[in-house]
């Protein structure tokens, strides 16, 4: 899907500025605390990073779920990605849904919703830690009564716009696509 | 969790995937009878990375099925490593500590180990034995006191009916829905054939290690496997598992899917047929898959099923859920040979 949505305010350049990098970084601390279960399964992975890439969002996210240095960092359009062992790029609403569980991961992969490349190992050991953490984003990012209402609005807000636009859009595109045709031969196969 | 009644209210059983935890909260919560699991090693046959349950874990996911009123089946459906034995008696024992209801075994020393190692523990044969034959089965009976045959997916509806009735009081488990092999259960040698590794031995069908996606110039994405071209598909289209079986290959001067096109099983249209033909329980593949798949197919053949017991019928749309985004009915009503 191209970049073709205009971005909510929340999520557009600013948020690859300081106050989002600590945004980022206080959100990832409070799942880390909050699903420490699944964090000990990603341990495994060192301090291997992950290119998240939103295809709807001009902004990107270096995670390294472990390792000495882990956190969640934005990053800016236009800004050099440092070297990750694996890129997982899909619209937003595709992502959240895998984070929390809400979609599968190899559904989304079959109807091509979510492109990966790189370490197809590191994806794995993040897909199915994520997938069996329960993650639910309002509930673990409010802190105070407040502060979930507030995070819960947001979040819930950016989900139905993303997701339902890119449902629209997905919908469309499908439609309109020719129908599938087998591509250019590949490799002579050699028993 | 919702209180359903005991694994033996049902005439069809219905048996459900858990790669996790949650992945088995999901199904007990969506309807499973039974739910089948793996330790995190090389004795299952989905030994993928971060999946499958640590022994402490197993323990816990008993405790909790139980007290949902359902059973926990533990595959252990690998065939042992010459000289590393010991890795699989240790997960039967495991097993048997841990008050599964069942292990699902596809080796013949193994089920031997457990049937003298463990006479109270419930034995079921995995579709990795590919046992089809009436003769078979009942040999397996008579020698380990198999109880459970889970059958491969070669066999037409009329052929499973007849098998189940010839190998009575042996019970008949059959796939429903989920990703195919290439029919050659337990014996296939694809995966070992380009990355050394199979899912007989080592639990995984193309290792995630050796696979890499690539786009490529002009947009499309190529599947490689341990660096060689399997697949290569325009940027959108609907893909299937990037397994040696799925590629698309050029021979005899076409291209095409030269093993098997990358589709689901979806017999859900045969359950008024598998219940009238006497079979004990259905089998819904993905223990590698998430949570969710797990609540919606889970979900969608506890109501089908409970139709079919009521007398009527719906059909589970399952669509977004396939491999390939297509369903085939497999073998249950196939016209070949």
């Known amino acids: 899907m191209a970049r073709a949505l205009p971005p909510l305010p929340l999520l557009g350049q600013p948020l690859a500025g300081p106050a989002a990098a600590r945004l980022c970084q206080w959100a990832f601390a409070r799942l880390r605390r909050r699903h420490a279960a699944a964090f000990d399964r990603l341990e495994t992975l060192g301090g291997k990073a992950f290119l998240i890439d939103p295809s709807d969002l001009p902004v990107r996210f270096l995670l390294r779920p472990a390792g000495d240095n882990p956190g969640l960092a934005p990053i800016a359009e236009g800004q050099v990605a440092p070297p990750a062992a694996a890129t997982l790029r899909a619209p937003l609403g595709a992502l959240l849904a895998l984070l929390e569980g809400r979609v599968d991961g190899d559904s989304l992969f079959f109807s091509r919703q979510l492109m990966i490349e790189g370490d197809m190992e590191a994806v794995l050991i993040l897909r199915n830690a994520v997938d069996g953490a329960g993650i639910q984003l309002d509930a673990d990012l409010g802190g105070s009564p407040a502060g979930r209402a507030i995070t819960g609005k947001a979040i819930a807000l950016g989900r139905r716009w993303y997701g339902e636009i890119d449902g629209l859009l997905h919908l469309l595109a499908r439609a309109a696509a020719p129908a599938p045709s087998l591509p250019a031969p590949i490799a002579e196969f050699q028993p | ?337």
């Not at chain 2, 599947?223 to 299937?240: F, K, Q």
């Not at chain 2, 007398?311 to 196939?334: K, N, Q, V």
């Open chain 2, 1 to 337: 969790m919702t209180a359903r009644p005991p694994l033996a209210a049902s005439p069809l059983s219905l048996v459900c995937p858990a790669g996790t935890p949650a992945a088995l909260d999901a199904a007990l919560e969506a309807g499973a009878d039974a739910v089948y699991c793996g330790f995190a090693d090389a004795t299952n046959a989905r030994n993928f990375p971060g999946l499958n349950f640590s022994h402490k874990e197993m323990r816990a996911a008993v405790d909790r099925t139980h007290r949902a009123g359902r059973g926990l089946y533990i595959a252990i459906n690998t065939f042992p490593r010459a000289g590393e034995e010991e890795t699989w008696h240790q997960a039967v024992d495991a097993a048997a500590e841990a008050g599964a209801d069942a292990v699902i075994l596809a080796d013949l020393g193994l089920l031997s180990y457990a049937q003298a190692t463990h006479p109270a523990l419930r034995l079921h044969l995995s579709v990795q034995a590919a046992a089809s034959t009436p003769e078979a089965i009942r040999y397996l009976a008579q020698a380990f006191g198999v109880q459970r045959v889970v059958l491969p997916r070669v066999l037409t509806l009329a052929e499973v009916t007849a098998l189940t009735a010839a190998v009575a009081p042996v019970e008949t488990e059959v796939f429903a829905f989920g990703g195919m092999c290439v029919m050659a259960e337990g014996r296939c040698q694809l995966s070992s054939y380009v990355t050394g590794q199979s899912p007989n031995t080592h639990g995984v069908c193309s290792p995630p290690a050796a696979v890499q996606f690539r786009r490529e110039a002009g947009g499309d994405i190529s599947a490689r496997l341990n660096d060689i071209t399997i697949d290569r598909h325009a940027a959108g289209s609907p893909a299937g598992y990037p397994t040696l079986c799925k590629g698309r290959f050029r021979a005899n001067g076409t291209t095409g899917y030269l093993f098997e096109e990358p589709t689901s099983l979806n017999a859900a249209d045969h359950i008024p047929g598998l219940i009238a033909g006497g079979v004990r329980a259905l089998k819904i593949e993905g223990r590698q898959r998430g949570r969710a798949y797990v609540t919606r197919v889970v979900g969608e053949f506890r109501r089908a099923i409970d139709a079919a017991v009521a007398g009527g019928f719906r059909m589970p749309d399952l669509a977004s859920e396939m491999e390939g985004g297509r369903a085939t009915a497999g073998a249950y009503d196939r016209r070949w040979r």
